[in-house]
């Protein structure tokens, strides 16, 4: 199985930056994408910026956060971050990491972003 931890989060002005982290552990071999999620109360689960685990990094955006977030991860491909700039209210959410490997979808236990204005 595979394990994630998501480190960063907390609160931060209309504007701000912060930087989410996500460690995995386990069977981190069978990873092959990663990525970040988001959802507030009453709506789905969002996708917000996933990247491949392999050869050329690719990695893809939701409309709303293209420009403003960059995600990328560690040579050793087992952490991965999600830069987050010129925050607004509407990025407040809990935010999850995510990993697919060959054995399924896999979640941390969230963590809160909040921008106040």
């Known amino acids: 199985q595979v394990q994630l931890v998501e480190f960063g989060g907390g609160l931060v002005q209309t504007g701000g930056s912060l930087r989410l982290s996500c460690q995995a552990s386990?069977?981190?071999?069978?990873?092959?994408?990663m990525g970040w999620y988001r959802q507030v109360p009453g709506s789905q689960r969002e996708l917000v910026a996933g990247?491949?685990?392999?050869?050329?990094?690719?990695?893809t955006y939701a409309d709303s956060v293209k420009g403003r977030f960059t995600i990328s991860r560690d040579t050793a491909g087992n952490r991965v971050y999600l830069q987050m700039n010129s925050l607004k209210p509407e990025d407040t959410a809990l935010y999850y990491c995510?990993?697919?490997?060959?054995?399924?979808?896999?979640w941390g236990q969230g963590t809160q972003v909040t921008v106040s204005s």
């Open positions: 995510h990993a697919r490997s060959y054995n399924g979808d896999h």
């Open positions: 386990g069977k981190i071999f069978s990873i092959h994408v």
């Open positions: 990247i491949s685990v392999g050869i050329g990094n690719s990695t």
